[in-house]
């Protein structure tokens, strides 16, 4: 019960973040990647300050403390390597974050406005997630 408290919060404050620092509309956050047109800034900020939070956090975190508060361990990635598989869901990530002005994280929020390019966005990336483990299974099975 206290992982999904604990969750629930994190989410409350992630959500209230994004609206606040209006990631939830994507005309501004096609504005930030128009350099050469009508750019907007502003979302620079709003990255390098949660870049500035959460490196701090960690800091805090992983030298004060042995294990999270809500679970036995850290999971921490043990991987390092960039592999095409990273590399190629990066490259469709900003792709689509540039088209549609949308990040997933900012979309689950972004519903609240109640707006059918919301869902449709949200209902596309719910279908590429599911073609993409379709072809991960297909072309990059273990063995």
Do not use: H
Request: aromatic letters at 12%; a positive charge.
């Amino acid at each position: 019960m206290k992982q999904l408290l604990a969750a629930l919060v994190a989410g409350l404050l992630f959500g209230a973040g994004i609206a606040l620092s209006g990631m939830i509309n994507p005309a501004k956050v096609l504005n930030f990647f128009d350099v050469a047109g009508t750019w907007d800034p502003s979302l620079a900020f709003v990255m390098g300050g949660g870049l500035a939070v959460a490196a701090l956090g960690y800091r805090l975190l992983f030298g004060a403390r042995e294990k999270p508060f809500f679970a036995e361990r850290f999971q921490l990635p043990t991987r390092s390597d960039l592999d095409p598989q990273l590399i190629g869901g990066a490259a469709v990530f900003g792709i689509g974050w540039g088209i549609a002005g949308f990040c997933p994280g900012a979309a689950i929020p972004a519903l609240g406005l109640g707006y059918a390019e919301t869902v449709m966005f949200l209902a596309s990336l719910i279908a590429g997630i599911l073609v993409a483990k379709s072809l991960k299974r297909r072309f990059f099975a273990a063995g």
